[in-house]
């Protein structure tokens, strides 16, 4: 069984994004999974993720979160990297509303394995204000990482 | 109350799940029960078909296009991107639960009847969506492209708008390059557009065919099948054959056990690439020779019969103007028409335009009839058939019969041959190759000749209504990508 930890690390955790724009956001987090290995061509990923925010107007929603995403052979394997903005970064939210927290989903192309199942769950708990409150206030990259486990994991 | 709801997104990672945890988290807030299908990657399982029948409402939220929606016709609907789910959850449940109240879901037990065929999604009913679909896409460039032809007929006159081309060695001819007054040569020009809008019949039909049964890799393969079918002469037929076709290689390469980079590479290169070189040479090595060995046939068996009984003879050309709309068989009518003008046999000709006028007013008439046996679409499409009918634009049947061929073409058929043997017994003429009511000054016997054609138009509505009533309600099945809000 696939767990969370495989998909997401403190490593890939960064809790205060520097960039205010959102192909910034993009590129630093995507450089987060390249880090680790998990995508192997940033600029390439980043054009799929940006293409899929063209396509939908963008992925931000009035909560303040936001799940940039896409599916390319640029990724080598299933993940996520999760971004906080103290400025916040517009990501097209209806409303205007700017993300202040990010989860770039990063998926190889034809996925359709457990790790979606994984990273679907992620995204169900997102809808739940308890769970975005509790990973505005956590101090550390350790920190939200305990928190997604515990949340998805549950 | 009870709903039901599908979720879906292109990746079907992130927003389809979102959305059905917030629509599942709003409607049990309000003491709501509800059940949610995530057509996503994950490939979560469809909703029971009791769960769907005892539903009073369905809601849709959803950025791709709604697998098997057929399941839901028998319920108000509501129909929203997944981001306003998420966002505004209880908002959305709300207006589904008031959809519910204003127009109840048809009686549990016909519900239960009308769910069951498409629960377990039959054979004959899956490629009734497939075609639907194609249709559904098809229909902008038969209206655009048809209404644009009228028009051209009636500000340009029918024949003298076809006697130059517009283009010529890829040059545009202005006004003033033609020899012929200004709204003719406009005429012209109006007629260029609707033509190229006509040429993409085929090919989007069979694209978009394709793209109901495997997704975007099936478009390209089933475009080019719907252009090699355009360039045999194979007409609407040759495209329906096209699409089925690339639709089942795709669906089959889409099989294929293949793991890492390979996989990677289906997508990109290997649908595209043996796909489209498949069905192309389907179309081209294996139905282009029998499609021109049976209209050569046709055309020799149709001179062979001059001459003979003048009403069988209304009967068969008659019967082949409606059969295909612009395919082989069409043609091979239409040019003998043409053939006989050109000899100085006026009737003939005239027996051919009547046959080739009734099939769009006669699907115009029968959806007029009886609205419930046809989708918003084809009610839509029906409007502009009446324009394209008396203009001599049979093609403005072709949404119809791609939709439902078995039901609705020998419905054309028949009103058809009615039409090309009484305009034969009332020996009307036609000195003109083409133009509907828009030559009636060249029409000899017009008013009986308007009579053959209104006789053939009432047969064909309504035989193709009793046809499709005899089955269950096909408009309950709306083609997927098409709101049926309520």
């Known amino acids: ?154 | 109350m009870k709903i039901v709801a599908v979720t879906s997104c292109p990746t079907g990672i992130a927003h389809s799940e979102m959305a059905a945890e917030a629509l599942e988290t709003a409607a049990r807030q309000r003491g709501h029960e509800i059940h949610v299908e995530v057509q996503g990657a994950a490939g979560a399982p469809p909703l029971d078909s009791s769960l769907i029948a005892e539903a009073q409402a369905v809601i849709f939220a959803v950025d791709a296009e709604v697998r098997d929606r057929g399941r839901f016709s028998h319920l108000p609907s509501v129909e929203v991107r997944t981001r306003e789910a998420i966002d505004r959850a209880g908002e959305v449940v709300d207006r589904a639960v008031a959809a519910a109240t204003a127009a109840p879901a048809v009686t549990p037990a016909a519900a239960l009847v009308r769910a069951e065929p498409a629960a377990t999604a039959g054979r004959a009913e899956r490629i009734r969506r497939w075609l639907m679909t194609g249709v559904s896409y098809m229909i902008p460039f038969v209206v655009g492209g048809g209404i644009l032809i009228a028009f051209a007929f009636v500000i340009g006159g029918a024949v003298e708008v076809t006697e130059f081309s517009v283009i010529q060695d890829g040059q545009v001819q202005f006004a003033g390059d033609v020899d012929a007054p200004f709204w003719t040569w406009f005429g012209a020009v109006l007629l260029t557009i609707g033509g190229l809008a006509f040429s993409m019949l085929v090919p989007i039909l069979a694209g978009f065919i394709a793209y109901a049964m495997a997704d975007r890799p099936g478009i390209a393969p089933g475009l080019v099948g719907g252009l090699v079918a355009r360039e045999i002469g194979a007409g609407f037929l040759g495209g329906l054959v096209a699409g089925l076709l690339a639709g089942l290689v795709v669906q089959q390469m889409k099989k294929i056990p293949v793991k890492g980079t390979l996989q990677r590479m289906l997508p990109i290169l290997v649908y595209p690439i043996f796909g489209t070189a498949i069905v192309g040479l389907v179309m081209l090595l294996v139905v282009g020779e029998p499609v021109a060995a049976a209209s050569r046939a046709l055309t020799d068996w149709l001179e062979s019969l001059s001459g003979t009984n003048e009403i069988l003879l209304g009967i068969i050309i008659g019967g082949m103007m409606a059969f295909d709309m612009g395919g082989p068989v069409n043609k091979v009518a239409y040019a003998f028409g043409i053939l006989s003008l050109d000899s100085g046999n006026f009737q003939i000709m005239a027996a051919v335009m009547a046959a080739g006028i009734t099939p769009p007013l006669g699907m115009a008439l029968a959806s007029v009839l009886r609205p419930k046996l046809y989708t918003e679409e084809e009610r839509e499409a029906g409007e502009a058939a009446w324009v394209m009918g008396i203009s001599f634009i049979t093609e403005g049947a072709i949404p119809f019969a791609a939709a439902d061929p078995l039901r609705v073409i020998p419905s054309l058929m028949v009103g058809s041959a009615v039409t090309g043997a009484l305009s034969l017994a009332f020996n009307a003429t036609l000195q003109a190759p083409h133009g509907g009511i828009w030559v009636i000054g060249l029409i000899g016997n017009a008013l009986p000749y308007l009579v053959a054609i209104a006789i053939g138009t009432v047969v064909t509505a309504l035989m193709v209504n009793v046809l499709k009533s005899l089955r269950r309600t096909p408009a309950q099945q709306a083609p997927a990508g098409v709101t049926v809000d309520a």
């Open chain 1, 1 to 154: 069984m696939t767990t969370i930890e495989e998909l997401i690390a403190p490593s890939l955790i960064s809790v205060d994004l520097s960039a205010t724009d959102r192909r910034g956001a993009l590129e630093e987090l995507a450089r987060l999974l390249e880090r680790d290995g998990r995508v192997v061509d940033v600029p390439t990923y980043v054009d799929a993720v940006w293409a899929r925010e063209e396509e939908t107007g963008g992925t931000g929603m009035e909560s303040g979160i936001a799940i940039p995403h896409a599916k390319s052979p640029a990724v080598a394997r299933a993940s996520v990297a999760f971004g906080r903005s103290a400025s916040g970064v517009d990501f097209g939210a209806e409303d205007g509303t700017k993300a202040d927290l990010i989860f770039l989903i990063a998926a190889p192309e034809g996925a359709d394995d457990l790790h979606v199942t994984v990273l679907s769950r992620l995204a169900r708990r997102l809808v739940h204000e308890p769970f975005r409150a509790s990973l505005r206030e956590a101090p550390t990259a350790e920190a939200v990482f305990d928190i997604v486990k515990q949340e998805v994991e549950l």
